[in-house]
């Protein structure tokens, strides 16, 4: 069974910086591309960064580009995002999310969910 | 980036009813859309991809039509479990964006 589960998530201080990880299990994670898509409590969805099946691609939305980066770690079953300088806007659960494909921006399967509340 | 307008952003329904949700594209997307469910507290679910495509384990009462700009998912006949807010995205052309939601409720 494929499973995704978030964690590092909480509660933290303007311009402070958060890592949260993403461990995965069920399915051959290092042939797949994955994502970190991000949802503000009662909001939409909003695509935050992808990567591909090597590292050999990433990519991030304009709203977060120079303050997150993603990682994954293909030996560990595991996807990282580095966030730094939070905001209050950074304020949401998010998910990792597995693409369909090596890059493909297609959300086949998602975690839970992480929550991530920023204060000032 | 592509901009995608759903409507109606939201519409009560009976089970039993036919529910159809349309996603408008801002410029062409050939057939690079996906549609999901998703249900409170709970993340989304992929229900379909290349505008038609089923995904595994989806029910055959979910379907999608529609390439270019305009696109449609039919619910055939709304059962209790469908009641949910549904978003289509697009992957056509980078970067990925969402719709703003359509959310079924009981009528």
């Known amino acids: 069974e494929v499973q995704l589960v978030e964690s590092g998530g909480g509660l933290v201080q303007t311009g402070r910086s958060l890592r949260l990880s993403c461990a995965a299990s069920?399915?051959?994670?290092?042939?797949?591309?994955m994502h970190w898509v991000r949802q503000a409590p009662g909001k939409g969805l909003e695509w935050v960064a992808g990567i591909s099946w090597n590292s050999g691609s990433m990519g991030y939305a304009d709203s977060v580009m120079g303050r997150f980066i993603i990682s994954r770690d293909n030996a560990k079953n595991s996807l990282y995002l580095q966030i730094r300088s939070l905001t209050v806007e950074d304020t949401a659960f998010y998910y990792c999310a597995k693409d369909i494909d090596y890059y493909r921006f297609v959300f086949q399967m998602w975690g839970p969910g992480t929550l991530v509340t920023v204060f000032s | 980036a592509i901009q995608l307008a759903q409507s109606p952003s939201s519409l009560s329904a009976s089970v039993g009813d036919r529910v159809t949700i349309t996603c408008r594209a801002s410029q062409g997307i050939a057939t690079g859309l996906a549609w999901y469910q998703q249900k409170p507290a709970k993340p989304p679910k992929l229900l379909i991809y290349?505008?038609?495509s089923l995904e595994d384990g989806v029910p055959s009462r979910f379907s999608g039509s529609g390439s270019g700009t305009d696109f449609t998912l039919t619910i055939s006949s709304l059962q209790p479990g469908d009641f949910a807010t549904y978003f289509c995205q697009q992957f056509n052309k980078y970067p990925p964006v969402f719709g703003g939601g359509t959310k079924v409720d009981i009528k």
């Open positions: 290349d505008a038609s």
């Open positions: 069920g399915f051959s994670f290092d042939r797949y591309g």
